[in-house]
T-cell receptor, first 113, second 114 residues
Framework: DARVTQTPRHKVTEMGQEVTMRCQPI?????VFWYRQTMMQGLELLAY????????DSGMPKDRFSAEMPDATLATLKIQPSEPRDSAVYFC???????????FGQGTRLTVV | KQEVTQIPAALSVPEGENLVLNCSFT??????LQWFRQDPGKGLTSLLL?????REQTSGRLNASLDKSSGRSTLYIAASQPGDSATYLC?????????????FGAGTQVVVTP
């Protein structure tokens, strides 16, 4: 059963600490998205990769957020330093090609205190 | 800039009634439209993908229609069940956007009462 896997599922951290979220896209999918979901803003696109190359990360606060794909089976989203306003659910999604279904992981619920 | 709107924001129906969920978008230059379901505290589950060249797509009790020229899609769920209670979101990737980023609506929260 192919699925997008995200770790950790939950993370509570103190303000100022580094947070790393990981995503394993579905095997063979060449496109990976990172989204953030909050009650106020809904789903916001943070970063977008195709064939491991970052294509668009304009939605990401560059001073503290970074996204990478060290290989085709792993995407990471890092926040350093974390702030309380970063508290949200972070989703990873993948798809194969522009005109195909996107599949989402279960998300990482981040709480920064 | 593409705007995706879902009305109503919330809907409550008795079990057995058909559900009709609406999604509208301002830019008709889309590759496709995808409907998702999200249960509380969970990720998004893909329900249906309807291509821009299609008018309709069906999966079990679900039927999605697409009218690109008027910028509308409708998701019909027949004979609703309490298990259909969830938030339903629609998303479109733009053809004018080289990367095909998904633009989401805010969702319709559905409650089906027994």
């Amino acid at each position: 059963d192919a699925r997008v896997t995200q770790t950790p599922r939950h993370k509570v951290t103190e303000m100022g600490q580094e947070v790393t979220m990981r995503c394993q896209p579905i095997l063979g999918h060449n496109t990976v998205f990172w989204y953030r979901q909050t009650m106020m803003q809904g789903l916001e696109l943070l970063a977008y990769f195709r064939n491991r190359a970052p294509l668009d990360d304009s939605g990401m606060p560059k001073d503290r957020f970074s996204a990478e794909m060290p290989d085709a089976t792993l995407a990471t989203l890092k926040i350093q330093p974390s702030e309380p306003r970063d508290s949200a659910v972070y989703f990873c999604a993948s798809r194969q090609g522009m005109n195909t279904e996107a599949f989402f992981g279960q998300g990482t619920r981040l709480t920064v205190v | 800039k593409q705007e995706v709107t879902q009305i109503p924001a919330a809907l409550s129906v008795p079990e057995g009634e058909n559900l009709v969920l609406n999604c509208s978008f301002t830019d008709s230059a889309i590759y496709n439209l995808q409907w998702f379901r999200q249960d509380p505290g969970k990720g998004l589950t893909s329900l249906l993908l309807i291509q821009s060249s299609q008018r309709e797509q069906t999966s079990g009790r679900l039927n999605a229609s697409l009218d690109k020229s008027s910028g509308r899609s409708t998701l019909y769920i027949a004979a609703s069940q309490p298990g259909d209670s969830a938030t339903y979101l629609c998303a479109v990737p733009l053809t004018t956007d080289s990367w095909g980023k998904l633009q989401f609506g805010a969702g319709t929260q559905v409650v089906v009462t027994p």
